[in-house]
């Protein structure tokens, strides 16, 4: 069973930053795709950003140039940073593990508080 537990999530203000870890039960990201959602509330959960087995990257047009996902070398944590945070950027946000193909989301964390405000 694939375990996340999502970390670093807080209060801050508009402008500053804030690193999100995501911690799982072992290296599984040698094996799936790591991907953070955010969910505001009243809305549906978005896809943020993306890293692949092979490190590839993506992001979502709204955190593009201010998020940055990193993996660690165990392939057992990922890592959000988020920086030049907006009031818009308060959601919860999850990590998910993602099995490349067939494409199907096999975990999901329980999700970290971010609140952009002043």
């Known amino acids: 069973q694939v375990l996340l537990v999502e970390s670093g999530g807080g209060l801050v203000q508009p402008g500053g930053s804030l690193r999100l870890s995501c911690a799982a039960s072992g290296n599984i990201f040698s094996t799936y795709t790591a991907q953070w959602y955010r969910q505001a509330p009243g809305l549906q959960r978005e896809l943020v950003a993306t890293?692949?087995?092979?490190?590839?990257?993506d992001y979502a047009s709204s955190v593009a140039g201010r998020f940055t996902v990193a993996i660690d070398n165990a392939r057992s944590a990922v890592y959000l940073q988020m920086n030049s945070l907006k009031p818009e950027d308060t959601a919860v946000y999850y990590c998910?593990?993602?099995?490349?193909?067939?494409?199907?989301?096999?975990?999901w964390g329980r999700g970290t508080q971010v609140t952009v405000s002043s």
């Open positions: 998910a593990a993602v099995r490349e193909w067939p494409v199907e989301i096999v975990a």
């Open positions: 890293i692949t087995t092979g490190d590839g990257t």
